[in-house]
């Protein structure tokens, strides 16, 4: 069979992998030169920036794609695991190491807060519950609503108990809250749900799983850079025949009584398809390459759950000189919290205090970096873009707000230090991906029986048409893009079984 990719982010390199390894005739289309979409390299003077995902977990979710083509990840990629994990910097000038061993953690907890290692241990076994019902009942489905779930017929009398012990309308700060009373480490945890660019006021409580994923399954670091993850998925599509088209853009997903036909390049060729996995934004998908009424009432009727997830800037900056203070990994965190996500998801303005995160992968990996000097990357989460603020004015003044707050928490002499520089705005996300309001990570998560599913992988109107990526199921970061690429592929391989024996049943 023949399958088109829209988009070679991971989710599309994903989807491609698993089904060239089961023998179809797979084509990607990615508009820009390189194929990883948001796992995007910059080099400048010496020095080399992962530009996207920096933080990666569970490396399962990979290796598992790498076996299912016959081949061990570690042939392809070097991982090391970071041990400890982050250094949080809070804005009283204490800090806290988070560890993934037990011995470093307890350690760690005795220092910071010893009146809170209970609650600590008691928020961990939680977070490891949310994950276990997570892994048991969603991931690795592609449901994109209760109805889907329902249909499916494998939830039974236990659907019940699970309502209860995920408790869809309790949101994840209320769930945090009941575990610490120290603020600091409140903060800490609530911080997480940033990995899915959402509020903490907003999200469920389900998405304490997400401190379970990095504690309990680690904190990995390819070496190279988490560029080597494209690097590998690219080489392994070569392996396996995956035809590759770069700089070519997909204009429209072409359908006809009800079915894929194929695609239409910017060039204005039609290349047929007997399906089509769009790893594209799904609001971008449905207004710009499937449009028409339908689209247009999917839009409508689904828009306070395709609302973006949060957008953000980013600074790349080589520095000729060291920061001893940092780690791989950092947080320097705001000092009030709840303006934040207040200011970035209710206000749709950029706080004045930002949380900053930090990649310094000198610290792990010296080829990033010339001697002596540090390639730092630092991350502030910004609403997605709305005529609440204006970026092409305001970006440079912001800018100043993040490094002067990095030389605040211990960087001197960070200014003079930078011998190359650049910045993304979440104008400049929008254009590099085209993703809808320059969201990284999709859509927001929000509680509640329906606002929690993301669109599913399968298209319920059209078919031979799937959608992969952050802005479906399950969701942004990595790990799960990776599963929404394999599992869009699995439902083009369940569609392609179940025609064959209907075929058969008819002859
Ligand atoms: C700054 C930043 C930091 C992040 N940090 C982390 C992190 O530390 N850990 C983590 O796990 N995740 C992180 N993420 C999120 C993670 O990078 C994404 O969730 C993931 O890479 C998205 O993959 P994807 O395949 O869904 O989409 P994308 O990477 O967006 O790929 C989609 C591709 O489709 C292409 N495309 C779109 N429309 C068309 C079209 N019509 N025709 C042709 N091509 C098209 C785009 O150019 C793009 O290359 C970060 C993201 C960013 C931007």
Same mark, same amino acid.
């Given at each position: 069979?023949?399958?088109?990719?829209?988009?070679?982010?991971?989710?599309?390199?994903?989807?491609?992998?698993?089904?060239?390894?089961?023998?179809?005739?797979?084509?990607?289309?990615?508009?820009?030169?390189?194929?990883?979409?948001?796992?995007?390299?910059?080099?400048?003077?010496?020095?080399?920036?992962?530009?996207?995902?920096?933080?990666?977990?569970?490396?399962?979710?990979?290796?598992?794609?790498?076996?299912?083509?016959?081949?061990?990840?570690?042939?392809?990629?070097?991982?090391?695991?970071?041990?400890?994990?982050?250094?949080?910097?809070?804005?009283?000038?204490?800090?806290?190491?988070?560890?993934?061993?037990?011995?470093?953690?307890?350690?760690?907890?005795?220092?910071?807060?010893?009146?809170?290692?209970?609650?600590?241990?008691?928020?961990?076994?939680?977070?490891?519950?949310?994950?276990?019902?997570?892994?048991?009942?969603?991931?690795?489905?592609?449901?994109?609503?209760?109805?889907?779930?329902?249909?499916?017929?494998?939830?039974?009398?236990?659907?019940?108990?699970?309502?209860?012990?995920?408790?869809?309308?309790?949101?994840?700060?209320?769930?945090?809250?009941?575990?610490?009373?120290?603020?600091?480490?409140?903060?800490?945890?609530?911080?997480?749900?940033?990995?899915?660019?959402?509020?903490?006021?907003?999200?469920?409580?389900?998405?304490?799983?997400?401190?379970?994923?990095?504690?309990?399954?680690?904190?990995?670091?390819?070496?190279?850079?988490?560029?080597?993850?494209?690097?590998?998925?690219?080489?392994?599509?070569?392996?396996?025949?995956?035809?590759?088209?770069?700089?070519?853009?997909?204009?429209?997903?072409?359908?006809?009584?009800?079915?894929?036909?194929?695609?239409?390049?910017?060039?204005?060729?039609?290349?047929?398809?007997?399906?089509?996995?769009?790893?594209?934004?799904?609001?971008?998908?449905?207004?710009?390459?499937?449009?028409?009424?339908?689209?247009?009432?999917?839009?409508?009727?689904?828009?306070?759950?395709?609302?973006?997830?949060?957008?953000?800037?980013?600074?790349?900056?080589?520095?000729?000189?060291?920061?001893?203070?940092?780690?791989?990994?950092?947080?320097?965190?705001?000092?009030?919290?709840?303006?934040?996500?207040?200011?970035?998801?209710?206000?749709?303005?950029?706080?004045?205090?930002?949380?900053?995160?930090?990649?310094?992968?000198?610290?792990?990996?010296?080829?990033?970096?010339?001697?002596?000097?540090?390639?730092?990357?630092?991350?502030?989460?910004?609403?997605?873009?709305?005529?609440?603020?204006?970026?092409?004015?305001?970006?440079?003044?912001?800018?100043?707000?993040?490094?002067?707050?990095?030389?605040?928490?211990?960087?001197?002499?960070?200014?003079?230090?930078?011998?190359?520089?650049?910045?993304?705005?979440?104008?400049?996300?929008?254009?590099?991906?085209? $993703? !809808?309001? +320059? %969201?990284?990570?999709?859509? /927001?998560?929000?509680? *509640?029986?329906?606002? =929690?599913?993301?669109?599913?992988?399968?298209?319920?109107?059209?078919?031979?048409?799937?959608?992969?990526?952050?802005? $479906? !199921?399950? +969701? %942004?970061?990595?790990?799960? /893009?990776?599963?929404? *690429?394999?599992?869009? =592929?699995?439902?083009?391989?369940?569609?392609?079984?179940?025609?064959?024996?209907?075929?058969?049943?008819?002859?």
């Amino acid at each position: 069979m023949r399958v088109h990719i829209v988009g070679g982010g991971l989710a599309g390199l994903a989807s491609a992998i698993r089904l060239a390894g089961e023998g179809h005739k797979v084509s990607i289309f990615e508009k820009n030169s390189h194929l990883g979409g948001k796992m995007n390299l910059w080099q400048s003077e010496g020095y080399t920036f992962d530009m996207g995902p920096t933080i990666i977990t569970m490396p399962a979710v990979l290796e598992r794609l790498f076996a299912s083509v016959g081949r061990r990840m570690s042939d392809y990629l070097q991982m090391v695991s970071l041990d400890p994990q982050w250094r949080t910097l809070f804005a009283d000038g204490s800090q806290f190491d988070l560890y993934s061993s037990l011995e470093g953690a307890v350690a760690e907890m005795a220092k910071f807060a010893p009146e809170e290692m209970a609650n600590y241990l008691q928020f961990l076994s939680y977070s490891h519950k949310m994950y276990d019902i997570s892994d048991k009942w969603f991931f690795w489905k592609p449901w994109g609503s209760l109805t889907d779930v329902m249909k499916a017929g494998t939830m039974g009398p236990q659907s019940l108990s699970l309502a209860v012990s995920i408790d869809p309308m309790t949101s994840m700060h209320q769930a945090i809250q009941k575990h610490f009373k120290d603020p600091r480490l409140a903060q800490l945890f609530e911080h997480f749900v940033q990995y899915v660019g959402s509020s903490p006021f907003i999200a469920p409580a389900i998405l304490c799983l997400i401190p379970w994923v990095q504690i309990g399954y680690g904190c990995w670091y390819p070496m190279g850079g988490t560029g080597a993850i494209a690097r590998a998925l690219t080489k392994l599509c070569d392996e396996l025949g995956v035809e590759v088209y770069t700089d070519t853009a997909v204009e429209k997903i072409e359908v006809s009584n009800g079915k894929v036909m194929g695609i239409i390049t910017n060039g204005g060729q039609l290349y047929p398809a007997e399906a089509v996995v769009a790893n594209s934004d799904i609001v971008y998908t449905f207004r710009d390459l499937l449009p028409g009424k339908d689209s247009e009432q999917y839009l409508q009727k689904n828009a306070a759950k395709l609302e973006p997830a949060c957008s953000g800037v980013v600074l790349y900056l080589g520095c000729k000189k060291r920061f001893p203070n940092l780690l791989h990994h950092d947080f320097m965190f705001s000092a009030d919290s709840d303006a934040e996500f207040r200011d970035i998801y209710e206000r749709h303005i950029p706080h004045h205090d930002p949380t900053i995160y930090l990649a310094v992968p000198s610290r792990t990996d010296p080829s990033v970096a010339p001697p002596d000097c540090e390639a730092v990357y630092a991350l502030v989460h910004t609403p997605y873009i709305s005529s609440e603020y204006n970026w092409e004015k305001n970006a440079k003044a912001y800018r100043d707000t993040i490094v002067k707050k990095m030389e605040r928490c211990g960087m001197e002499g960070l200014s003079d230090s930078i011998e190359t520089e650049r910045m993304i705005t979440p104008v400049d996300l929008e254009k590099l991906y085209w $993703v !809808n309001r +320059g %969201a990284i990570y999709g859509v /927001v998560t929000k509680r *509640g029986l329906t606002s =929690a599913f993301k669109t599913g992988n399968r298209s319920p109107h059209i078919s031979g048409l799937y959608f992969a990526g952050g802005s $479906v !199921n399950p +969701g %942004a970061g990595v790990p799960m /893009v990776l599963m929404s *690429g394999q599992v869009a =592929a699995e439902c083009v391989l369940e569609d392609v079984m179940a025609k064959t024996a209907t075929l058969a049943a008819a002859r």
